[in-house]
Nanobody, 121 residues
Framework: QVQVVESGGGLVQAGGSLRLSCAVS????????MGWYRQAPGKQRELVAI???????NYADSVKGRFTISRDNGKNTVYLQMNSLKPEDTAVYYC???????????????WGQGTQVTVSS
């Protein structure tokens, strides 16, 4: 019923920029928090940035000042603008949406399949 689809990954040189997009579709009452996570080979998945339904944001220390998360509530879409990219940013980036369904009281978490970001030195 709910789909989370990322786009915008690719190969970029160090110092370059990429913009990731994530669109959520399907049947649900509302979306609470949306966020971006990443996982590099041999490492655990880590939080990159999150944004609430009201627009408040939080970032990992490693990306503060370089990445910007935003959302369009009308389109159920979240973005991640990545500037001044470094080789250590290389990872699979995953979109997450925490939403309220119609059929029960609580929240459900959904993940996209991920998009590869590779930063060359």
């Amino acid at each position: 019923q709910v789909q989370v689809v990322e786009s915008g990954g690719g190969l970029v040189q160090a110092g370059g920029s990429l913009r990731l997009s994530c669109a959520v579709s399907g049947s649900f009452f509302s979306i609470n928090t949306m966020g971006w996570y990443r996982q590099a080979p041999g490492k655990q998945r880590e939080l990159v940035a999150i944004i609430s339904s009201g627009g408040t944001t939080n970032y990992a220390d490693s990306v503060k000042g370089r990445f910007t998360i935003s959302r369009d509530n009308g389109k159920n879409t979240v973005y991640l603008q990545m500037n001044s990219l470094k080789p250590e940013d290389t990872a699979v980036y995953y979109c997450n949406a925490v939403l309220r369904p119609f059929t029960w009281s609580g929240v459900s978490s959904y993940w996209g399949q991920g998009t590869q970001v590779t930063v060359s030195s």
